[in-house]
C-alpha cells in the first residue's frame, strides 16, 4: 500500500500555498459581508434603436418594409384593424416580425385576409395577430418579433430589439 506523508500529499496536489495562506475570519452576530456588485456579465451587444415608419404612413393590412437590426435582416411591420397581442401605438394595433422564415430562411408573405405570414417554400404559416406564432408547417420556431416602441410626439415607430432567433444567426446582432 503507498504511504504518502503530509509533505509530499501538499506536493502532489499543490494545495500547500492555499493552506499555508488561507485564513478566515468569521463576521461577528449581525455583521453583513463585505459585498460588493460586480460589473454585469453581458454576453450580447446592445440592440440599436432604429427609426422604421410614421405611424400615419402606414396602411392598415399593407405591410411596410424595413430592416433590422441590420441591412441583412428584412422584417415587416403591420397596421391591424384591431387590437392584437404584443401590439403597439394608440389602438395596440402595430406588430413587426423578421420576414425570413425560422424552417430555412425563406422570404414569407404576408396574407392581410388570414392576419398570417405564409411561406411559399414547405407552407408554413405564422400567425401576426398571435406573436408570430407557428401554426403549422415544417416551422418548429415562432417568427422572430421586433419589438417596436411609439413615440406618441412624432407619431413614430422605432424598433428596439428583436424577440427570437433570427434564421441562419447564432446570435441577432452580429
Ligand atoms: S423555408 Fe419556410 S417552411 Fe421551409
Not at 51 to 62: R, Y
Not at 119 to 140: E, K, L, R
Not at 158 to 170: E, F, H, K, P
Amino acid at each position: 500500500m503507498l504511504r504518502l506523508s503530509r509533505r509530499n500529499f501538499l506536493k502532489l496536489t499543490g494545495s500547500g500555498a492555499a493552506v499555508g495562506t488561507l485564513s478566515l475570519s468569521p463576521l461577528s452576530h449581525g455583521q453583513q459581508p463585505d459585498v460588493r456588485p460586480t460589473a454585469s456579465g453581458n454576453t450580447t451587444l446592445p440592440y440599436p434603436r432604429s427609426k422604421v415608419a410614421k405611424l400615419a404612413d402606414l396602411n392598415i393590412n399593407e405591410p411596410f418594409y424595413f430592416t433590422y437590426p441590420d441591412d441583412r435582416s428584412p422584417c415587416a411591420v403591420i397596421r391591424r384593424e384591431k387590437a392584437i397581442k404584443g401590439g403597439i401605438g394608440p389602438q395596440k394595433s402595430v406588430v413587426a416580425y423578421s420576414t425570413q422564415c425560422t424552417h430555412m430562411g425563406c422570404p414569407v408573405n404576408y396574407d392581410k385576409d388570414a392576419g398570417t405570414f405564409k411561406c411559399p417554400c414547405h407552407y408554413s404559416i405564422f400567425d401576426a395577430d398571435n406573436a408570430g406564432q407557428m401554426v403549422i408547417g415544417q416551422a418548429t420556431e415562432n417568427l422572430p418579433r421586433v419589438v417596436l416602441a411609439y413615440e406618441e410626439t412624432e407619431d413614430t415607430l422605432y424598433a428596439i430589439s428583436v424577440d427570437g432567433l433570427i434564421y441562419g444567426r447564432q446570435a441577432n446582432i452580429l
